[in-house]
């Protein structure tokens, strides 16, 4: 029967025979799948796997910073990419969801490639693809199929030529969180929610703005630290917050305001395909808009989403 330990002893030589000296590009998105299979490689060929981990600038507050210290930690050769100003203006003036989704791929298959052509006499390109990702089209985590589909027409980038090496294919997401826990990969990392490659770009509705961006990584920040804190945290399959493209009147001492709203959603699942709502505690949500409310200038209302999906999806982009 099938065991972690088994199936990191058999890839890691799989690997090694496969790669032997050459070099190999992954990128990195602080998600469980690209994470376990750059740790794979890595005790598999060390130094030739060339690890890029590139901040689009909608990730969540704090995240590549604290994750790119955290892959530095695990002994990674990663390089941080900061290109969040670059996304931004690729993302300018954009309100449909799929042209979002679409600026963002293009936007970063750029980055990318022009960060693989600083290694010289790379061979392969490592992807974090898992078995659901090979039946379906869509990838709930990571930049990996996001590449596929949103490639330009007019020729691929040069590191599409690469041969691949996809040393997750075969398994399920359980499956990976387990070989991730053999490879003493932080249980933390492991045991982090799922997170869309087009990142809170797809939870601002509507045009994205820095500002916006800020303000949503503040309320996202201290709704998953709350749920962190009430030992909620594990108990939900993935949660976030939405920015509203609405503003709604509300009240300062003698003042009226007119300010954003924000939605909270947290969902069970086990793949994303369907989900319910979450039944949070009265006193989480009442204590998480409060602090919202006080502490995040230009939000005035928070409402939580109970809807299941079908028929919402899980996002609302
Ligand atoms: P929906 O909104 O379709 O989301 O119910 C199902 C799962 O997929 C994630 N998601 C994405 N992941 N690129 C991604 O990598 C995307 O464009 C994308 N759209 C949705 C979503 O976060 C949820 O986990």
Known sequence: SWTPGAFVDLTVSELKGKIGDDKVVLGLSGGV????????????IGKNLYCIFVNNG????????????QYKDMGLNVKGVDASARFLDALAGISDPELKRK????????????EAHEITDVTYLAQGTIYP????????????????????VGGLPDFMKLKVVEPLRMLFKDEVRRVGAELEIDPELLGR??????????????DITEEKVRILQE????????????????????????????????????ERTY???????????????????????????????????????????????????????IEWE
């Open 103 to 114: 600026a963002i791929g293009n936007t970063f298959i750029e980055v990318f490639d022009d």
């Open 259 to 313: 300010e954003q709203v924000v939605a909270l959603r947290a969902v069970e699942s086990t793949d994303g395909m369907t989900a319910d709502w979450v039944n949070l505690p009265y006193e989480f949500l009442q204590k998480t808009s409060n602090t919202i409310i006080n502490r995040v200038k230009g939000v005035n209302r928070v409402v939580y989403d109970i809807s299941s999906k079908p028929p919402a999806t």
């Open 193 to 206: 929610h799922p997170f869309p490659g087009p990142g809170l770009a797809i939870r601002i509705l509507g």
């Open 33 to 44: 799948d690209s994470s376990v299979a750059a740790v794979l490689l890595h005790h598999a």
């Open 219 to 254: 309320v996202d920040h201290i709704f998953i630290q709350g749920l962190r804190d009430a030992m909620l945290y594990d108990k939900v399959w993935q949660a976030g917050a939405i920015l509203l493209p609405v503003q709604s009147v509300g009240v300062m001492g003698d």
């Open 58 to 69: 909608l990730l969540r507050k704090d995240e590549f910073e604290s994750v790119l210290h």
């Open 133 to 152: 990702d090979v039946i379906e089209s869509i990838s709930v985590n990571g930049p990996s199929v996001t590449i596929k589909s949103h490639h330009n």
